[in-house]
């Protein structure tokens, strides 16, 4: 299947010559979508389990050192991504239907709050590095005596760094689908990269809003 | 078909994947699932004959005591190269990415895999992975074996982090591969080829895929903190800033001893296909067989404790790990009497394949019992670290999977190229590595027992015969390999023509043109029964009857 000679729009478009319909196509593309997230979660869970091993070691160095985060900036970062997963789903709704107009409205609306969540974590990042509030031997804040905290930082920045790299992958993905969504490629009878989209975003939400409590509520 | 039937009428006489269209681009740009099979296959072997080299370096500087001709650095950065380049670059990949692209979409009857665009990306981050971590050879080089332990690979002055990166590079390759295969298997059988009808290989690539995408994740995350640790010193396996370096051994061997089976599964796959072949019988445990891959896929995420032994692991993780460890015999003796029960009464020939699988069957049996007799804490206390481990993973991983690999490569090769490789001189090659891989590693099961510890440079004078008759039979299997790559490669050319099923298959591989058309298949195929019915006048098919 090429797109090389002009625009194919979701009516005229035809399945890959290996399928038997473009219906055989979404299922597999839904399936294989879902074994990449699991390979995510698997991805994911390495760090979990990283944080909970050094929660069972030195569970006052990790209270401590969690007051060092300001849990209203995370908690600002949460209600914006939950609203970007909001509209992402309605653009997913908005490509079934092939209403154009609303699929890149829609989309628009998901970048622009991810650019809100980055901007918030631009601020997080650039006040703890100035204080030297960095991970392992980059450590030189003075004001926090908890033995070790330098680790929890470790696992901060690693945990929110691959978030934050998922969420740019994700806002890369959202301008080819502009783009291709302004070529009047989705409709009913084609959405499957809105919809595999959709499921990447609200996973890479999901992620966030575990990692929220884990890192900044810490009791 | 539907809208595509014209598309049969492309396919002309004498048309096949091969010269289907012309040119090294077309080559390079294929989203056919068998010309990136065979590009894996070469990439592999280039890999594989570096690794090699690395191999015949180390029994070289061992073939007596004292040092010849290396410096102990020199030495450690050998076998690190020959582990990591083996393990990850060669064997990993070798069977479920070269042979199973090939074959797996041909035996569902499928025109392609499920998605052949990011079949040729895994094909290109693999190369990608590979020459980041092989670029290190003209760099620092890599002198931490290839297991990577922290806090030596925290702090070794080398140019391990590449290493790392391009390991982790790989990871990708081998996910994509396996989540492609899975869809592949779900979604893309031929009309008729039921659950139950799966051949015995697709079923083995099912279960390496679903261990692929499982295991693989684990492995990109921990190398990725150890890049981390190297480079911005994050200090999570650093004891110096309060991080734990068992944990690193926890992180890794959960992937890696997952992948110990990625290896392995696909080989028994394999043997599967070859033995009810070469004995013109139906396989004896045909659901056995498939139960027991998906028993040691799931039993291989439970046992990684077995390499933390020696770790200061608590001693109630010992005995359950060594306990768990002990249940893997059971779903491989059944592979290996069901097939054994296929031999029984039926009419064997001694094809070069089938002189495979006898091989191994010999030598995978001692390399899985004396994994058992290392799963036995107080028996593993006093061989870690030994040369009886180092025979004991040789003969399972070489043994094993080359031995598989070389079956299947031979069996498969009229299917490659539509020629026939030279049966004696492959019989002798055959022989040869029979014979080379044996001398080679048999004596460091004795060794190992008598106490001398694996990654020296040196070793003890009363070692010395051991290690002669281990270098000398590193030479026979080199010949023998050699042997066998100049069969091939000449018979591609010179070979006369095999024929489409020269060995009477019953798999749907076997049931189109050799070498296959573009799209597998003339006609799209329909299944009407199960891979090994062999009854009748089935039982004589093929060049011998």
Known sequence: ?219 | MSSHSSEGDLVKHGDNYINHSAGIKSWLNTLDHKRIGMMYLFTVMIFFLIGGFFALGIRLELFSPGMQFMTPDTYNRFFTYHGAIMVFMVIIPLIPAAMGNFILPMQLGAKDVAFPRWNLVSYYIYVTGALIAASTLFLKGVDTGWTFYTPYSIRSNSSATFVLLGAFIMGFSSILTGLNFIVTIHKLRAPGLTWGRLPLFVWALYATSIIQVLATPVLAITLLLLILERTLGIGVFDPKLGGDPVLFQHFFWFYSHPAVYIMILPAMGVISELVPVFSRKPIFGYKAIAGATFGIALVSFIVWGHHLFVSGQSEFANFVFSLITMFVAIPTGVKVFSWLGTMYKGSLRFDTPMLYVFGFLFVFTIGGLTGVFLAVVSIDVHLTDTYFVIAHFHYVMVGGTIMAFLGGIHYWFPKFSGKMYHESLAKFACWLVMIGFNVTFFPQFIVGTLGMPRRYADYLPQFTNYNRASTVGSWILALGLFITAYNLFRSMKTGKAAGDNPWGGLTLEWQTTSPPPFENFKYDPVVTEGPYEYKGDRIGMGINA
């Open chain 1, 1 to 219: 299947m090429s797109t090389s000679q002009g625009v194919v729009t979701s009516a005229e478009r035809h399945h890959a010559h290996h399928f038997e319909s473009g219906l055989a196509e979404f299922e597999a593309c839904k399936q294989g979508m879902w074994i990449f997230l699991v390979t995510e979660v698997l991805f994911f869970s390495g760090m979990f389990l990283l944080y909970a091993i050094l929660r069972v070691f030195y569970p006052s160095m990790m209270h401590d050192a969690h007051h060092l985060l300001n849990w209203k900036m995370g908690a600002l970062n949460t209600v914006i991504l939950i609203c970007s997963s909001l509209t992402m789903a309605l653009a997913v709704s908005a490509a079934q239907r092939g209403e154009k107009d609303k699929i890149v409205r829609y989309i628009w609306l998901t970048f622009l709050f991810s650019c809100g969540f980055l901007v918030v974590k631009f601020f997080e990042y650039s006040h703890k590095i100035h204080e030297g509030i960095l991970p392992g031997a980059l450590w030189h804040y003075e004001e926090l005596k908890a033995a070790k905290a330098p680790l929890f930082f470790s696992v901060y920045f690693v945990m929110t760094g691959i978030h934050g790299l998922h969420v740019i992958i994700g806002m890369a993905v959202m301008l080819w689908l502009i783009k291709r969504a302004k070529r009047n490629e989705f409709g009913p009878e084609y959405f499957t990269p809105v919809e595999m989209t959709g499921l990447y975003w609200h996973f890479v939400d999901l992620v966030w809003i575990y990692l929220f409590p884990l890192l900044y509520l810490v009791s």
